[in-house]
């Protein structure tokens, strides 16, 4: 039962994401992509978001406190992290195959164009991935019950866990969001060239 409910919210979250990006697609220009996307470069090379993937590189999963609640949203968040650094190692790499240079400006057309579809299962993966975050982000109220009733002994390790959690989720969020409109912009990109 619950594998055929996370599959359907997989479904609905990637038609949505879907049809959003056939949406923004259809209704910008060239020139309005450019300059979305100049300003998402911009970002991406922000103190905040430099500084935020320096945490994120840091970040290392703590040892379990056996307490379950607790410990299953650290397995969960430690594997939500080991994803955003896959994404973040294959987001540069797209946009270089999409716009045909690196974010920072240098000229690259030997690299062969991604498919609309890789773009959009990227952009449908990344879209779970948010949910996935905000879900366990609203399940650390219960983790945080669970931590206040254990016992003495338990509940320092128990909370250095939880606080890992709540770290991992305040950078990904954030991280998982713009990597989503830089996707998005790679598939309008990809569309208003129209040889894809």
Do not use: W
Request: hydrophobic share 40%.
């Amino acid at each position: 039962m619950l594998k055929k409910t996370i599959f359907g919210t997989a479904i609905c979250l990637g038609l949505f994401f879907f049809m959003q990006q056939n949406s923004f697609a259809q209704g910008k220009t060239k020139d309005e992509l450019k300059a979305e996307r100049e300003a998402l470069k911009t970002e991406m090379k922000s103190k905040e978001a430099l500084e935020r993937k320096a945490k994120l590189e840091k970040l290392e999963a703590p040892a379990p406190c056996g307490i379950q609640s607790v410990d299953g949203l650290a397995v969960n968040s430690t594997a939500m992290l080991a994803k955003t650094k896959e994404n973040n190692t294959l987001i540069p790499e797209m946009y270089k195959r999409t716009i045909g240079e690196t974010i920072d400006g240098v000229t690259d057309v030997t690299v062969k164009k991604p498919t609309l579809d890789e773009l959009t299962t990227l952009a449908t993966n990344l879209g779970i991935q948010i949910k996935t975050v905000s879900d366990a982000s609203a399940d650390v109220a219960n983790a945080s019950n669970d931590v206040a009733k254990a016992s003495p002994l338990k509940a320092p390790k128990a909370t250095k866990v939880l606080n890992y959690t709540k770290d991992v989720n305040s950078l990904l969020l954030p991280e998982l969001q713009m990597n989503l409109k830089v996707v998005n912009n790679l598939i309008g990109t990809l569309k208003s060239s129209a040889n894809y």
